[in-house]
C-alpha cells in the first residue's frame, strides 16, 4: 500500500515537472504574454538587502509569482505582499505554501490588469524581457509618481532605471524605477 502511495506521488511529480518545463521552454522560444513562474535566486536576495525600503508599506507582485521573493520581502521588510494570478492552481499552491509558511501573503484570483497600481507603494517583477515590454506602458500609465518598481534581472525596454544594484560579480542585477524619471 505505502508503495502505491508513494508510485503516485512520484508520478504527481514528474507531471508537475514536466509541464513547468515545457511552460518555461514554450515561454522562451515563442514570444508570449504568459510569464513562467520562476524562482528567485539566492544571489539576487542577498543583493535585494541592499535595498530601503519602508515597513508596512503595500508590495505588488506582478506576475512572476516568486514566492521566495514574497516570503523574503516580508521577513526581510515587514512589507504587505498582494498578488493577482488567473491561474487558479498557482493561487491554490501560494496558499498552501502560505500555510506552511506562515506567510500573511493575500493572494487574489484575478487578472492585475484589472488590479489599483495606484495603491501600492512599491511593485515587483521578475518577468523575461518580452513580458515586461508587454507591460510597460500600462504600469507606468497606472501607478502613483511615488511608486518604485523593483525589477529583478530584466530591464524595461523604454525607460532606465534611476538606480541599479549589482552582484559581488559586479553584473546588474537589481533595477529600481519611477513613474517621473
Known amino acids: 500500500m505505502l508503495s502505491i502511495i508513494l508510485i503516485v506521488f512520484l508520478l504527481l511529480i514528474l507531471i508537475c515537472l514536466m509541464r513547468y518545463l515545457s511552460y518555461v521552454i514554450i ?7 504568459r510569464a513562467p513562474t520562476i524562482s528567485s535566486f539566492n544571489r539576487d536576495l542577498n543583493v535585494m538587502k541592499k535595498l530601503k525600503l519602508k515597513k508596512w508599506k503595500k508590495i505588488l507582485d506582478l506576475w512572476c509569482a516568486s ?3 514574497l516570503r523574503f520581502f516580508e ?3 515587514g512589507l504587505i505582499w498582494e498578488w493577482y494570478d488567473i491561474n487558479f492552481f498557482a493561487i491554490r499552491w501560494g496558499k498552501i505554501l502560505n500555510r506552511i509558511h506562515k506567510s500573511k501573503t493575500k493572494l487574489f484570483w484575478k487578472n492585475f490588469f484589472k488590479s489599483e497600481p ?3 507603494d512599491y511593485i515587483y517583477t521578475y518577468l523575461l ?3 515586461m515590454e508587454y507591460i ?9 509618481e511615488d511608486t518604485i518598481i523593483i525589477s529583478n534581472t530584466f530591464k524595461f525596454k523604454k525607460h532606465q532605471p534611476f538606480e541599479t544594484f549589482k552582484t559581488d560579480k559586479w553584473k546588474d542585477r537589481i533595477y529600481l ?3 517621473s524619471i
Request: positive net charge; hydrophobic residues 30%.
Open 27 to 33: 515561454s522562451c522560444i515563442l514570444p508570449s504574454k
Open 118 to 120: 495606484l495603491k501600492y
Open 75 to 77: 521577513s526581510e521588510f
Open 129 to 131: 524581457p518580452v513580458q
Open 136 to 144: 510597460e506602458n500600462w504600469v507606468r500609465e497606472n501607478i502613483s
Open 67 to 69: 514566492w521566495k521573493a
Open 177 to 179: 524605477y519611477k513613474k
